[in-house]
């Protein structure tokens, strides 16, 4: 088991740029596939991205790419989601995940595909 905690949340315009981080605990980090997922209210969670433990390869959802990236860096057991071109549409709670040697592909966009899960940073976006 990892734990997980989100951080980098906030308000900001259409247009504007967030980064989020999720720091994990212990020392196996590299091994963990981590993705991002987001929920707004009334919604099922849904997908956004997700990167490999092995080799970092990463995958995305159609709504996000081009204005998202993630990125690991391993030495720091952390996570990022950099969010830039930020739409009201991308106004949700995200939540970050880890699933040890965990699959990549469009296997990591589903729920199920991980059990390790943080409390969530809430993201506003306003028009």
């Known amino acids: 088991q990892v734990q997980l905690v989100e951080s980098g949340g906030g308000s900001v315009q259409a247009g504007g740029s967030l980064r989020l981080s999720c720091a994990a605990s212990?020392?196996?980090?590299?091994?963990?596939?981590m993705g991002w997922f987001r929920q707004a209210p009334g919604k099922v969670r849904e997908f956004v991205a997700a990167i490999s433990w092995t080799g970092g390869s990463t995958y995305y959802a159609d709504s996000v790419k081009g204005r998202f990236t993630i990125s690991r860096d391993n030495a720091k057991n952390t996570v990022y989601l950099q969010m830039n071109n930020l739409k009201p549409e991308d106004t949700a709670v995200y939540y970050c995940a880890a699933r040890q040697f965990g699959a990549s592909g469009q296997a990591s966009a589903k729920v199920g595909s991980y059990n390790n899960w943080g409390q969530g940073t809430q993201v506003t976006v306003s028009s």
């Open positions: 212990g020392s196996t980090f590299a091994t963990y596939t």
